[in-house]
């Protein structure tokens, strides 16, 4: 997805401060909601839908309805989701957020590419406002869901910062992929790691206890799967969502652990999105999987580093592989 200057600035101002109302799970009977529906919305899940605004309606309080029931699991507080999106506003001429489609109006994928997907927690200040997720919680993965109301309702005080009316009307249709519960990990027993590959222990909802092995770091690549899941297979271009570890070989102190935020970690898989160590690495695992990987500099940030990890540095990373979209 390549979202337009707007949705970037929303994105980007959900660090601001903001009042967001919980959205009603059938709109409002005070008087105060829309004579009809904002929008009328055509078209089959996993296809770009068609929103048409009708010109008399008014928005009011927030409401969702359930366009396409799915039959999967259903939707929790917190669970990261993978959805197809579409946000717009009345009056604008481009989408806020389009999943199918690029800036210059081009399919975001082609047949055989997994779609990129908007990845944020239900009911969560995340990657949008917990008041526009919030009436997803309790639909189905597989579910068509539409949510519309006021951009002051369902941003608060982010649509001032982005520049939109608080009484403009606003409608996102949601075709939600896949859900996960953000505390999930591989299970299963763990296979002894090979010769020269460093020990690991992981257990619960905690990061990956790693310990290097005496001697020098490989000069090339290594990795073992762990664990062995049974999910679907990660194809170049998904979504991946992982837990993760990360320490570096050099000291063996930890750097960075999803277990240490609230929620896993999700980018695009295959695409460029991360070091190329877990491109080359992960893409063709299963959901499921424990994946140990020792990256020499050349897989992970080279003789520059960042701002946590000096130049050179091998990096050693266990990655559990939660789920694809």
């Not at 660090?15 to 109302?21: E, M, N, R, T």
Request: aromatic share 4%; with cysteine; net charge negative.
């Amino acid at each position: 997805m390549i979202p337009t200057k707007r949705a970037r600035r929303v994105v980007a101002a959900l660090a601001v401060p903001a009042i967001l109302l919980t959205a009603a799970a059938c709109g409002s009977d005070d008087g105060s909601s829309s004579s009809g529906p904002l929008a009328a919305v055509s078209g089959k899940p996993g296809e770009q839908p068609t929103i048409e605004f009708d010109e008399d309606a008014s928005a009011g309080k927030t409401s969702v309805e359930v366009l396409t029931e799915g039959d999967g699991a259903e939707v929790k507080q917190g669970d990261m989701l993978g959805m197809d999106v579409i946000g717009k506003t009345t009056g604008e001429q481009s989408d806020l957020v389009n999943t199918w489609m690029t800036q210059d109006g081009q399919p975001t994928t082609s047949d055989d590419t997994p779609r990129p997907q908007l990845v944020t927690q239900a009911g969560v200040e995340s990657a949008l406002p917990e008041a526009i997720t919030e009436p997803l919680i309790g639909t189905q993965v597989g579910s068509r869901v539409k949510v519309e109301g006021t951009a002051g309702e369902l941003l608060g005080e982010t649509a001032d910062t982005v520049g939109l009316d608080k009484d403009q009307g606003m409608v996102w249709v949601f075709d939600i992929n896949v859900a996960i519960d953000p505390t999930t990990s591989a299970t299963g027993e763990q296979a002894p790691v090979e010769e020269g590959m460093p020990e690991v222990v992981a257990e619960g909802q905690e990061p990956a206890t790693i310990t290097i092995p005496e001697g020098d770091a490989p000069a090339e690549l290594r990795e073992q799967t762990l664990i062995e899941g049974d999910g679907a297979e990660v194809l170049a271009g998904h979504t991946l969502f992982v837990q993760y570890t990360g320490v570096n070989w050099e000291d063996g102190e930890k750097f960075d652990s999803s277990w240490d935020r609230d929620g896993g970690a999700s980018f695009q898989i295959g695409a460029g999105q991360v070091i190329s160590g877990w491109d080359e690495t992960l893409v063709g695992k299963h959901v499921g999987d424990r994946v140990l990987m020792v990256l020499p500099p050349d897989k992970a940030y080279g003789e520059a580093g960042n701002a946590s990890i000096p130049g050179n540095s091998t990096l050693v990373f266990v990655v559990d592989i939660i789920g694809v979209a």
